[in-house]
């Protein structure tokens, strides 16, 4: 390719990859989209499966256009011969691929350190933060919200919530995923207060997640298999996926404009960890990173002149 072909691949690739991640952690967009069509036509979704064919999908535009405008305008996509020969030659300025593309001639202990320092210094960034994270949680105030006696409103910046209502079990969803040979069941349900119908927005849900055993089977927690009123304690984040939202709609059932989702049972100091146990798993993967870089790093280091002496020996 080209130079400015190279870079615009380059560039691409990057933003569709960032995207891609956005898209699968938020469970929004096209990856949420992927998602929904894979449940709909085969009752499950793989995860993995579904991040790489989100990242297919949004390669296929560059590819379609890399082809065609190769076919009618080849110069602004691929390198002639003579041009592949001058870059080789050292008269043409190289393009980033003809740099990735360069046989390694040697690794300089500065950049075994460099990739040694990188996940190593993401770690030390990590740790204070998902600390002081947990330090902050560990003040957060618990807010109890009672729908069976009107009280349905929460303070702006509210983090956790224990609300006080009943389970539509009509209304449950249940999403199966698969990663690897993991297999998981995703659950959400609204909440709501006593007198609640169908034409009313719901202002809570509730999501949990659960595992299979090694037999298949899933346990959900009591309060869930229960129809009258029970409390719903967790973390509070602002919004659905957006294929749950969208199934809800289909349903006809009105979401409030700003609704809540209780994260079932993550609350600070339910389980009496410590703030620091996050941080130090974070910080401690990290390192591990770090020190099996700089082991292969320094394999390759040592690696390299080798093969370039043994290469001219057999030339």
């Known amino acids: 390719m080209t130079p400015p072909a190279q870079t615009i691949w380059a560039i691409y690739c990057v933003a569709a990859f960032a995207y891609t991640m956005y898209s699968a952690t938020t469970e929004s967009g096209l990856d949420a989209y992927l998602i929904r069509l894979e449940l709909d036509i085969i009752g499950a979704a793989e995860q993995t499966l579904t991040a790489l064919l989100t990242f297919g ?21 691929w390198a002639s011969a003579d041009t592949s020969n001058q870059s080789e030659a050292g008269l043409r300025k190289p393009g980033f691929m003809d740099r990735l593309n360069r046989p390694v001639q040697n690794v300089s202990w500065t950049v075994v350190l460099v990739a040694t320092g990188i996940p190593i210094l993401v770690g030390a960034v990590l740790f204070p933060v998902i600390y002081y994270s947990g330090q902050r949680d560990r003040q957060e105030k618990v807010y109890a919200i009672d729908l069976t006696s009107g009280i349905a409103d929460l303070p702006k910046g509210a983090r956790f919530a224990d609300v006080k209502g009943r389970m539509e079990q009509s209304y449950r969803l249940t999403f199966k995923h698969t990663f690897n040979t993991t297999v998981s069941h995703e659950l959400f349900a609204p909440i709501t207060g006593s007198g609640w119908t169908p034409a009313d927005p719901i202002r809570y849900f509730v999501r949990d997640l659960s595992y299979e055993d090694g037999q298949g089977r899933k346990e959900w927690p009591e309060e869930f298999r229960k129809s009258g009123i029970v409390q719903f304690s967790g973390k509070i984040s602002r919004s659905l996926p957006a294929f749950v939202e969208r199934e809800y709609q289909s349903k006809g059932l009105k979401l409030a404009a700003s609704y ?56």
């Open 57 to 77: 999908i949004l390669l296929a535009p560059l590819w379609a256009i890399t082809k065609a405008v190769g076919r009618l305008a080849p110069s602004l996509v």
């Open 260 to 315: 809540s989702v209780i994260e079932w049972n993550h609350l600070p100091d339910r389980d009496g960890s410590s703030p620091s146990t996050d941080a130090e798993l974070v910080s401690g993967f990290c390192l591990f990173i770090g020190v099996c870089m700089f082991l292969m790093m320094t394999i390759v280091r040592v690696m390299v002149p080798r093969m370039r002496q043994k290469h001219r020996a057999a030339g």
